[in-house]
Structures are given as C-alpha cells and as structure tokens.
C-alpha cells in the first residue's frame, strides 16, 4: 500500500490459479482484493473458489475490473464525488481500473459513457452533470480530444488517460498522449491505459477535498 | 506549374533581392506571383522594386504570404467557396498560404479564425457559416483537436493541415499531425503547417465542384 | 452514423457469432451491414445465418469487405466516379474497403490494380482510366511512391492510402507515410490502411459533384 | 481567460515593445498582467514604461516571470498551500510559472529549492514542510527522479514538470518525461517545461480545498 | 569465451532438445555449461538428461538462470564482491543472469531485492550492506530510479541495468534507459535487460581488484 | 586515403583560413585537395592565397565542391560512365560531392539535372541516357521517389542519396531515406546527404569495369 | 522479372500448399522457383509435391532459401565472383536470400561465415580471400561493426546488409542500419534482413563486371 | 561533489565573466576548478584575471578542458593507470573531459588519439599500450565501432562514450550509443559526449584498485 492506496493484482498473462492465490493474499492482508483486466475464465474461478474458501466475501465487477470485499472489510466513505467519462467503448476497461480505486476509497463515482467529441451534442448533453463532479477523469484514445473539450467546459481539475486504441501512425495511445499534453487548456495527465493511476491521483484529490469538507471547514 | 496550381516562392531563408528576383521571373511567364513567408522587410523590398520596374502590378498581401498581379494577369472564377479555418493566431500564416492559392484559382474564400476548442462556444457559433463551404480547410497546432470537431459538424470533405506550435513532446506539429490521422471522424491531411497544399488541394474539389455545376449540370 | 457514412464492422479479432449479431443489428437498424477485414470462416458463417434468419438480404463480397443488403435497403446513386488504384496485391484489402463504402453510397467505382512504379509501363497505360474519374483513391505500401506519380499525371483530387506493408526501417507502412507528407505533387492523405476513411472521404466529395451536377448546375 | 486562469503572455521570441503593448492591454481588461520567459531587457523596458503610463501599478519578479498588478487588482486569497519544488537550479524557471499563476490565484506557495535526489539527504531533509502542503508541484529535468521520489514520501497529490536539461539521448526533457509516466507511485504530468500548466493544475486543486473549507465543511 | 567470461546459451525460443544439447557441448568443452532465459520445461529436460548422460554432473539454478557444473569444473574464486541489486520483483531475471555470470567467475555476490524507490525507507536499510560491496549492478524497470538513489549513497563503481517493465509510453525499459543515461550521479550503463553484460563487466572489475589485492598489493 | 579514395575536407563550420590550410597540406601530400559544402567567402581565399603560393594550380568548381589540382598531380582515367541524377535544384550540391569524387577518378561523368517525378515526361525523356551509364548515383529529396523509378527503368547498379529537404514529419531527409529502404526496385543506398559516399562507391564500380575492360577482358 | 532479377517466393506466413502452389506456376513460367525463408514442413511438403508432379525438377537447399530447377532451366554463368560474408550464425538466413539470387545469375559465390569482430583474428585470417572477390556483401546484426571494418580491408564494392538480431534499444536491426548508414569507410547499404536486395544488386555488379571482361575489355 | 568527484563548469553557453566567477567559487571552495567545453576567448579572460585574483594558482589545459590549481591543492596519486582512446579527432574534446577527471584524481592516463577501424592496422599497433592500462574509456562517434573491437583485444573494463559526430539517420551520436549497446562483446556505456561521467567512472574503478594495491593485498 503506497500513499494510501492499495495494490493491485493485474490479471493479464497470470494463470487463473495464480489470480486467486494473489488474490486469497490480499484478503487476508487487507480485507480486500483488487483485480483489473481480468478474463471470464479468471472470473470465474475467483468465484466458485471463494464461494468454499471465503463464503462470506463480496464480488463486485466493474467491467474487466474486480473488487473482492472480505466480511470484515470496513468501506470508508468520502465527501466528494469523481466523475468518470469516456470518449467510447474501447475506453470502458480503463476507465473501469479508475473506477474500482475511486470507489474502494469512498469516493462516490459518477460514470458517463461514450460521449466522444465526433458526436458533440452527445458531450454538450453531459455538461451539467460533469460540472457537478469534484473532479474528473477523462479517457479516450485516438486522437484523444475528449479531455481538452471537457476540460475547456468545466472548472474543476481533469486527468486525462490517454487509451491504446487506433492504429497506423499514433496508433496505441501515443497520438493520444501527446495532445493530451499539447492541449491548450488546463489539464494534468497519466500514461497511456494508466486508468488505476488516473483513479489514485484523483482519489488523492477526493481525499484531500473530504478533508476539508469534514474538518469543519477550517484547518 | 503543376496540376494548374501556380508555383510558389518560398521567401524564408531567401534574400529581398533574390525574392524580388524570383518575383519577377514568375510575373513574367505566369502574369503572376505567389509568394509565402514573406518578411516586412521583403515585402517593402518588393514594394519599391515594383513600383518601378512593373507599375501597372497589383500587390495583394495576406498576412505573410503576397500575390503580384500583373496587368494581364486574368483572373479566372470558381462557382465554389472553400471555407479557412484556423484554431489561434499562430495557425495564421500557414492559413494564409491556403488562402492565396483558392483565390488565385478564382474560389470564394470564407476566413473564420480563431475558433479553437479551448473556447468551444466561439466554435459552436459559427457552424451555419461552416456548413455553407462547399470543402474546409482546417488549421490547428498544439493538439490539433479543431478540424476533428469541425468535421463532425459539417457533411462537406474537410481538409486537415496540423501546425507546427507547442513546444516539449509532439510539439512542432507532430502531435496534431497523429491526432489528425488518428481522427475519429472523416477527414484528410496534409503535412504539419502544408497550407499551400491544403488549398491547391482545396482548388482541385473547387473546381471540380465548379465544372459540374457549369456544365450543367451533367457530364 | 457520422457524416452520412455508415458505421462499419471491423471483424479482425471478433468471433464470428460476435460478427453476426453485429451485422445483424447494423441490418435492423440501417438496412444494410458493412464489414471490414473478415476471415472466410467469418464470412461462411455470415451466409449459413442469413440463409435462415434474413433469406431475403444479399451478400456482396469485395475481397475481405463484405455488404449486406436488407431487402428494404435503397441504394442510391451519385452521378460521380471514384477511381480506386492499387500498387500490388498487398494494398486489396486496404482498397477493398474504401470501395465497399463508395459503393454503398452510390458512386461509381472503377478499380485499377497492380500499377505500382516498379513496372512504369503498367502505371502509363492506365492513364487514360485514371484521368477519367471524378476523384481517386490509391493505396500503395513499402515505399509508397504511386500516389504522386499518379498524382502528376491527373488534375483531379487525389486521396493516398499507406498500406502497413514492407519490413524492417520505415516497414509497416510508416514510409509509405511519411513520403506522401512529403510528396512534390499535390494529395492529401489518410492513416496507415485507413481505406475506410480514404473511401468515406472520397464520398463526400463525390456527393458534392453529384450535388453540384444534378441541382441543374446552379446552386 | 479559461477555467478562472488568466491569459500569459509568453515573452520569449516576442520584441521588448511587443511584450510592453501585450502587458498593457492584459493590464487594461484584467486588472494585472503575467508574463513568462521575460529577458533583462524585456523587464527594464516594462519598468520604464509603465513608470510613466501606469505609476500605481506594481511589478512583482519571479526569476522570470513577472506580474504586473494595477491598482484596482483585487488580490483573492484562497486556505490553501501548494508546495512548489526543484531538483536544481535549472529547474528554477519553470518553477517561476508554477509560482506566479498560484500566487496570482491567492494560494499560499510554499517553494523548496535544490533537492534533487543526487544528494538525497537534502531531499529527506525537507519531508515535514513537502507534507505540510495540500498539493505539490516538483519540476526535474535529466533523469526525473525526484518527483517520484517526493510522491513516495507524502500523501497529498503530486504533479510532476518534466524540465528540458540533459544532453544526449533522452535530453531535452524526453527522458523526464517517459521517467515520470513510468513513475512506481502515483502523480499525474504536464508536459515537458510547462510550468504554467502545473501552477493552473494546482490552483485548480487548491481552489476546490479552499472551497471545502470556506463553504463551511459541507456542499 | 570472449574476456574469459564463458559464452552462454540463451534459453528462449530454443527448444527444450536443443538447449540440451547446446548444454552438453558447453560441458565438454568449458566444463560447464551457463543457460539463461530457461523455462520449467526446458529445465526438467536438462535434468532428467543430465541424471543419465553426466550423472556426476551438478545443477544449480538461479531463477531463470542455470548453471550446470561437470565433475572437473575447478571453480575459481576471486577475492572481491559485486552487490546485485534489485528494484522489484520483475527484475528478477535479469539480476539473475548478472549473477550466475560473477558466481562462475568466483566473485562472492550479495544479492539486495525489492528495495524500489517507492517505499524508500527500504532503500535506506540497505545503505551498509550495498557500501560493503566493491562493485554494484543496479536492475530497474519503470522509471528506473533505483541506481541513481543507490550510487548517490556508495563510493564504489555501478553499473545500472534498465529492465523491459512497464507500458505505454517509455515502457519496454526504454524509459529506464534514458533516464540512466541521463542520471544527474556517476555510473555506466549497459542495454534494457542486458544483465549477462552486467554481470560481466562486473567480473571485470572484479577480477581487476582481486588481482590487485592478490598480487601483494603492488604491480 | 581510405580504398583508394581521398579525403575531402568538409568546409561547413570552418574558417576561410582552415579551409585554406587542410587544402595546403592535402595538395602538398596528394597533389590535389577536395573541397566539400564551401562557402563563397571560403572559395575566394582559397583563390587569392594560391594565386600567391600555387600559383600553377588549377582550381575546378563543381557547385558547392571544390577541386585543386597541383601541377604534378596525373589525372587519372577510367574506361567507364557514372550517370549522376538529381529530382531537382536542392539536390544539386550533393551531386556535386558525388561527381567531384568520381571525376578525380578519372570517370566519365554524366550530370542529368532536374528530372523529378512530378513531372514524368521529364524522366521519361532521358531512359537512354540514363541506360548508357555503367552505373548510376540518383539523388532526390522530399519523398525520394525518383531513385526507385530510374531503378525500374535500367538494368544497371543504382546507387540513392537520400536528400535532406523537406519540413514537417519526414523532413530532413527521413522519408526519402525510409522510403529508399522500402523500395521495391533493387538499389541500395547510403546515408542522407552523403554524396561523398555515393561517389565513392559509384567509383569503386566504374574501377571494377575499368580493370575488367582493361585488362583485356580476363582474369 | 525487374532489372532481369526473378522475383522470390517469401514463404513465412504461407501455407506449404501455398509455397507450393506458388513455386508451381514459377516454374512454368521461368523454368526455376525461388522461395526465401522456407520451414521443414514446407520444404518437405515441396520435395514430396514435386517428386510427383514434376519428377525432373532439381531442388537446391541453401539454408532457409531453396532454388527449384526445371529441367529445361538453362544455368547462365557469369564470370565474376561475389563474396558473401556473416557476422555470426544468426545472420545466415539473410546472407542464405543473398546467395540464392547470386548463384541463380550465375555468380561464382565464396560464402565466408562466422567472422565478426568480436574475435577480430578471426576475421583479419580471411584478408585474402575477402580480396579475391569481385564485390562483397557483408551481413551483420547488434551493432553492425563488421561490415565496416571488411570495407576498410578491401578495394572492391562493399554492400552491407543489417540484421534483424539484438534485443533493447537498438535492437531488431535498427542500429545496426544506423551504424552502417554513419560508417566512416565507403559502403552502401540495404534495408535490414534485406539479403535478397543485397544479392540483386551484387548481381548487376557482377553482371557489368562480366559483360566488361567478355565484351573483349572494350565497350 | 558527488561520490569524491568534483563537479565540472561546462562553459558552453556561459559569458567568459560567469565562468571566471565559477572557477573562482570552486578554487575557493574545493582548492581547484575544472572547466570544460571552454572557448579561446573564456579561456584568456581566465589566464588574466587569475594572473592578478590568484597569483600562484596554476592553470592546466588539456584541450578544451582546463584545470585550475589552487597554492592548497594537494594532489592526490592513485597507483592505477586509465587509459583514454580516441577514434578521430572530433573525439577529442570529449576524451578531454575524461582526462581532466582521471587526472585531478591522481591516475596515471595514457591517452592514444586517433586509432578508428577505418584504418585497422593503427587500432592493431596499439594493442600492447591498451592491454597495459588497467581500465579503459574509448570514445568514437558515427558509427562508434572502435570500442566493441578494443574491448575484443583487452580483458580489463571498457567504458565506452558515443560521440555526437556524423549527419542524417543515427547522426549526432544515436548510431553510436544504440551500436555500443548492442555490443557483440563486454562493456558499459554512458550518455552521448559524456566524457565527464566515463571519466569518473573510470576513476571509481580506478580507486578501487588503488585501495587493493596499497592495501597490502587484503581486506
Ligand atoms: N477499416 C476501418 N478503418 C477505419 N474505421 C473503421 C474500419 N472499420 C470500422 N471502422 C469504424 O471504427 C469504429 C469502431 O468499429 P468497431 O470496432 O467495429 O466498433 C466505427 O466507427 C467504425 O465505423
Ligand atoms: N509558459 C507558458 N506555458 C504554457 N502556456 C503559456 C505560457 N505562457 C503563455 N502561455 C499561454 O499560451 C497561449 C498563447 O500565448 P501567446 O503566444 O502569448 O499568445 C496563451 O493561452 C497563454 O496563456
Ligand atoms: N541473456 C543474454 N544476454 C546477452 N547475451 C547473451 C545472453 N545469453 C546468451 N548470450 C550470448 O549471446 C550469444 C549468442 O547466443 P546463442 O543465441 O545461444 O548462440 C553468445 O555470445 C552468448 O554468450
Ligand atoms: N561531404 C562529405 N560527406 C562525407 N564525408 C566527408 C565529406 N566531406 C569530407 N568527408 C570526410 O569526413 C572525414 C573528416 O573530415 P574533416 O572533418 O574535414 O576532418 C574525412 O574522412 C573526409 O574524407
Ligand atoms: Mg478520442
Ligand atoms: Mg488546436
Ligand atoms: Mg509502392
Ligand atoms: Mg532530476
Ligand atoms: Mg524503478
Ligand atoms: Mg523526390
Ligand atoms: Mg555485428
Ligand atoms: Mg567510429
């Protein structure tokens, strides 16, 4: 556990045993398990395993991101919401990581879906609700013009995650990644498909914004 | 002359005198000059030079780039209107440079500057005016998000032309040149800060658009 | 649907049942499903389906694209020809789908294959076909060096397609790529194998032509 | 003006009496002026000029970058401090960025010079005060090492400035840059020398602390 | 034999025969044989083998590494230690290689694992120890972080190893790279995962001070 | 003298004087000196220093190259023709490296200029020409198509030289370079700008058919 | 048929019924099949094809490269010699292509393996035999020094090739191709595992070579 | 200083007054000042204002580094011996840097200028003088291939250091440092012209060995 957040199992190219045996670890060390980019196969091993070794532990799965909640796990609760967008469905599994961190933190998580600037009433649509956010993750691939269009809509601090998607010249994130860090608003970056960071940078910020708002609003 | 769009003189790099020369040579066998990147100092050379040795020339400035018309110079007229749009100030001069060669070639030129998705109102804006081009060109540095947008506005063929502005990783144009071919709208690019090519491009559709509609109307 | 361009399925890296229930939502929803880089388990499995649940839909294969038309699919019909050109049997695929996309949107398509400049005479005996055309697409791969020659030798728009072939130092079409940036004529140009998006552009300015020539020559 | 950050103005490559006219008018519609990048030269002309045309009106210098404030500017103060670090001295004038866009917002900026991790006693000798901030910036250019470093050893949310020192492969920040989206802990990145960016990302944050706390701890 | 160090048989992509049988030549001719990069698979041929054809023959097995020792194998043994340092978990393998090249040459090894720059508090546990070697390897992925802090700590040589961690941007260890190319302390470096060069160039080093210290002090 | 070739002395970045002093000792120690990318101001202190101290010197301007022969020096002379191609004007100056080496050799050499492939006529017009060259050094920029079309047209060696015009990606030399790589003709190339090179291989060809002619055509 | 070169059969990525098919219609209709980069199985598959189909075909293995001779194949012989040379074992299947074209033309070949400069006495005992040839091709992968160090051996043209070997940065050939692109002796180069490039325009060296010594050594 | 190495003023960039300000500040504080990269002119206003600053402290150049002795200055003696290598002149400066670090440290440098593999037999020669040292540092730009063959005749240590010569692909050192670490034998690199940082690696080792020899001969 670095800086308050907890490590997670990254599923891709580990067998389905060795998920769980990391994942029975994490239980017992810290009440819970994260796991991200997991398969069906993976998935199901977890839970027909954990249903005889830990009958009383939750799984929540956010897309290809799974959480395993053990029976004395104590959820915290923060006072401030992380709004999550992404510009399509390739953007889903990454934006998933983010969620799972925002959420184990306390953080309540708005997800907005597919909202890509090729269709820009489809964004203009969403403008209120992202201005509600605390503050917001962004991801998209491509040519990554989401997080600059958001970011210019709200005032509130955007991370943007730029997706490997695309192919061809900037394919995989990286024509991405540099507009996100050529882009002519303000907006603070992670690398390419880095959605668990993007969630721990802003649940740093959650946090940092539920302790103002619980410490009385002084310091 | 290739594909009927006038040579054009690259002033950058060039002596005044050698600029004028080259201007003169042009105005000789074509009637006419086309010249980019001009410096004020190579302007007012221009200026002086010609108001002697060709009085009865015409000298049209468009920001850095200059068409000298001579006396029998006759200008030809498209039934078509190429729309320029460029994202900030510093997108001005490649758009200049499109601009000279759509006018020269006879097209209705629309100017719409500053327009970039930073302030995405004052694109919104203009969309009527967007949609009534018969083709776009689209300028844009940093991260080149502007001609993605406008595209997924309009229904005409837009051309993207990426400017070599931003500075760190994907500055000078590199960035908004894989986001433009990472798009995920339709559109079609040119090299980073290509004006030229972007509007004999944008002339060849003009008149393409011209022929049909003065042919009339069949083949 | 963006633009007026249908969206495509793209098969590489789908099952084939996922391919179908694709197709056939695309079927439902537009009268027609396109699909882009299938297999020919793919595509037997696309015939056997709709053999059953839609007898009445038709199937057009163009190399690795394939069309499949509801019965109650209009097809329009733009009075405007797309000239699609290759340099070698590895740019079909890449051709294939820039045709599939012209065709659904009506234009005439006259494909041109196998003029890469290895073999110059292949490329001059067509030019008379080429100069023909209302606008082309070419796809060429390695060195990518057909689009400008054809280029050179044409007045109309041409649209230039790197395809990700060669090895080694600029292979994967990043060659083909960044010479046709460079080119000395005058093109625009799309991503590596993006003819999808060389095709959809291609139809927009073939829809203007159309427009320009059957709104009886005025506007 | 976007997201409540003023406008800079960017001094290098601009002419003195450029900068002068660009600071006046700043002056005129927003009540003070920042400009960054500012030579000797650039500043002792501001200071002749404005001793006449603007007498009240205060020059504050940050290494180089410089806010001038009119009389009727109304200095906003926000309960927030953003802690502002640098590995070395070159570091210093992107750190100037950071500083004047924060102190412009009203945050209280704390900076800590010099602590690059070559010398890591320096670093850990400074642990208290970087944990006393709400939010860090830590510019590093070479290897990028520190903000890494720094992240590992608070709470609060770090963003990192890759800075454009080092020669040789990976100079010019590039290294920094890749170093830092690899970071093993958690920060979010501007891009390389845009220190104005952070210093906005950090009022960004700052401003939402402050919110919480003055709002009187609840929403 | 290049340097007198021992060539070695690269495991991956060989099959399990083949490396049996590269191992046995290699025990004929150097009586030993060195094998890294070696699966499960490929070890157990080894053994069942070598339990037949070398019965007197011993395997040792550093992780991905194998040493296998013929009966006349005289181990030679140098008065000087190298410390291998690790930053995490993955860097194993490649430490391991750098390992089983100094062991064969006789130098005494201390092996450090997972003293990563994110929990730095494990870094500085280790100072004595890695101060007590005469020469440092330093393996790190990411980032690469670990061998600037750890030759900012010790006066001895080291030489840093770049491992293939990480992805996105900078990922496949080329992050590691530049930044150890551009680490602001003194140290060499060898290629991303090149821990067979490490580990030999360390055994240089090695032998130049045993030599030293065993050649009664003077030349 | 490296393979029989002489040193050339690379004027760019020197001083009038050092040109003028490495040409002395080339000429005192050869008999002749090779100048390459020499300035105007270089050029004529070479004229005016030897028209006092060599004053028998004959001194040969091949563009940007320069050739000082001393009064001993004994041209020699091959039975064999080296055809030298440029696209266009920016080519020339590495032609001329490339012809001053091959006509030192005593090589017949037949300069073709200005033969790009924007305007195909041009190099169709000159086949003959270029098939009665025993080999062929073929320059060209930008795209860097030319080399591949002569190639396709002769059946001799085609030596490319890659150019570094061009701006925007693939400029300075990269895409011809890229794209010579690629070329699905047969040639082979040497680096960007290096005429030098070029004539030097070109001369161990004719050398090579020289000695072959000569020697009265055996073994 | 370019340049009088046959065009190969590149079997990776092909079927053996493919290979086969392929290597069918070459040889009707050139008398001979050349196929590159062939497997077991398709080389088994060939044999045992063409055992029956065409019992008096001969088959030619060189490494990976096969050559399958029709009866009616009428061997042409040219009198010139091409050395072909490797670096290490790993380059063998690039210098394998390189020498299938050679002898096809009828080249005498002296292949010359295993001599790269890491045990430089190894390569300086080849000196005279590296002399005797009329022109050489040098293939070598990792850092590419061979071919280098050849040339400055030898008088004759060099044509180096860069192979695909080598792991990290640099790996895959590339530094290799830049090293021999920088090599401060005279060589061209090819594209990396280009062999059969290389072997083509050693041939129309040897080919101009051969047509000099039997044209009675005039022209 | 850092690791017992002082630090270095790299005068490039800096005015002849700020560098004399800098060696005053390091001859105070460490008793000597070592310069590198100094010009003619930064060089003189050093050898005047110390004739009348600093009276009896002594100047030494080592081409264009320079070190500055202080009256207190106690140098130190290591009994140990680096050897320092170039391949051609443009080495030179870079090898300078090296030496000044070496030689301030007390070693013994042998330094042998100009022995590149261009001219094989000049490496050769020197094979005696090279085994003597105790560790080497060879320097080479373009294609960099004289460190790989000196470490393949020495069984010391080699520190290899690219150079930033040669133009077009690979130039500006790249080729060199991505050959050296794709080395076919032993050896560790440091950053492209970081002659500073092999210098003080070399002293490191050299040290050790120091410290091995009159320490008797044990631990
Ligand atoms: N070959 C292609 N090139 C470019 N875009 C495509 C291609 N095939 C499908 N598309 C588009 O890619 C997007 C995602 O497609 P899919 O992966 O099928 O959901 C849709 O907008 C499709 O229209
Ligand atoms: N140092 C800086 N880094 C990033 N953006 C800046 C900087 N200085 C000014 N800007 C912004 O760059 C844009 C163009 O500035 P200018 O070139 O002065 O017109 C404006 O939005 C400024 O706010
Ligand atoms: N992990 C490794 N890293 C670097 N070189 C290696 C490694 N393993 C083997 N080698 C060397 O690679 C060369 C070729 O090995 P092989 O592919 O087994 O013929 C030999 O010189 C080996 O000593
Ligand atoms: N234009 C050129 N291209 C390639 N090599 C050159 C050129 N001009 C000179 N040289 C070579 O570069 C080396 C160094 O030249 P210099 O910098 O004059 O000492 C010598 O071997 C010259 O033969
Ligand atoms: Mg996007
Ligand atoms: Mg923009
Ligand atoms: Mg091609
Ligand atoms: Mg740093
Ligand atoms: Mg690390
Ligand atoms: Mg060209
Ligand atoms: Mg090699
Ligand atoms: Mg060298």
């Known amino acids: 556990q670095r800086r308050g957040i907890p490590e997670?199992?990254?599923?891709?190219?580990?067998?389905?045993?060795?998920?769980?045996?990391l994942a029975e670890t994490a239980l017992e060390t810290t009440d819970r398990a994260l796991i991200t980019r997991i398969s069906d196969e993976q998935f199901e091993a977890l839970e027909s395993t954990f249903a005889d070794s830990a009958p009383d532990a939750t799984l929540e799965?956010?897309?290809?991101?799974?959480?395993?909640?053990?029976?004395?796990f104590e959820q915290p609760s923060l006072e401030a919401t992380v709004g999550i967008v992404t510009a399509g469905t390739v953007d889903g599994p990454v934006a998933d990581e983010a969620q799972v961190v925002c959420t184990d933190a306390g953080a309540t998580v708005d997800r907005v879906d597919d909202i890509g600037v090729a269709a820009l009433n489809r964004t203009l649509d969403q403008v209120d609700r992202l201005r509600d956010?605390?503050?917001?993750?962004?991801?998209?691939?491509?040519?990554?013009?989401?997080?600059?269009?958001?970011?210019?809509?709200?005032?509130?601090?955007?991370?943007?995650?730029?997706?490997?998607?695309?192919?061809?010249?900037?394919?995989?994130?990286?024509?991405?990644?540099?507009?996100?860090?050529?882009?002519?608003?303000?907006?603070?970056?992670?690398?390419?498909?880095?959605?668990?960071?993007?969630?721990?940078?802003?649940?740093?910020?959650?946090?940092?914004?539920?302790?103002?708002?619980?410490?009385?609003?002084?310091?």
Request: proline residues 4%; charged residues 15%; contains cysteine.
């Open 8 to 21: 997670a199992i990254y599923a891709e190219g580990k067998s389905a045993p060795q998920v769980v045996a």
């Open 61 to 72: 799965r956010y897309g290809s991101t799974v959480r395993v909640l053990g029976a004395e």
């Open 133 to 219: 956010a605390d503050t917001l993750i962004v991801a998209a691939g491509r040519e990554g013009a989401l997080p600059t269009v958001v970011a210019g809509l709200v005032d509130t601090p955007v991370i943007a995650v730029p997706v490997s998607s695309g192919y061809g010249h900037g394919g995989d994130g990286e024509a991405a990644l540099a507009g996100l860090l050529q882009s002519c608003t303000v907006l603070s970056v992670v690398n390419i498909d880095a959605g668990f960071v993007a969630g721990a940078q802003a649940t740093l910020i959650a946090r940092a914004i539920d302790a103002a708002r619980t410490d009385d609003g002084s310091r």
